[in-house]
């Protein structure tokens, strides 16, 4: 059974750090690229950031130079640090886990960010 698990969400102020992480279980994680989408509400859910399974990485526009993903195949476990956060942010953020040579790709549940004063 594949399972994502998210943790590491909560309330922080403007300006505020958060670590999110993800471990996985069930799937090889090494094959699989790893990504973070967060959907704020009334909005559709969106790519923050994704770590290739080449050892490459993408970011969003909006999170470029403040959010650093990473992955540690070991741990089976992908990271999101997140810093100078803004009240935009604000989001239940989700873990991705995408396979790159076919369609197949997985969800976790969700971990609640929000960023208010």
């Known amino acids: 059974q594949v399972q994502l698990v998210e943790s590491g969400g909560g309330l922080v102020q403007p300006g505020e750090s958060l670590r999110l992480s993800c471990a996985a279980s069930?799937?090889?994680?090494?094959?699989?690229?790893m990504g973070w989408y967060r959907q704020a509400p009334g909005k559709q859910r969106e790519l923050v950031a994704v770590?290739?399974?080449?050892?490459?990485?993408n970011y969003a526009d909006s999170v470029k130079g403040r959010f650093t993903i990473s992955r540690d195949n070991a741990e089976k476990t992908v990271y999101l640090e997140m810093t100078s956060l803004k009240p935009e942010d604000t989001a239940v953020y989700y873990c991705?886990?995408?396979?790159?040579?076919?369609?197949?790709?997985?969800w976790g549940q969700g971990t609640q960010v929000t960023v208010s004063s």
């Open positions: 991705n886990a995408q396979s790159p040579i076919s369609s197949l790709r997985y």
């Open positions: 069930g799937i090889n994680f090494n094959v699989f690229h």
């Open positions: 770590s290739f399974i080449a050892g490459n990485t």
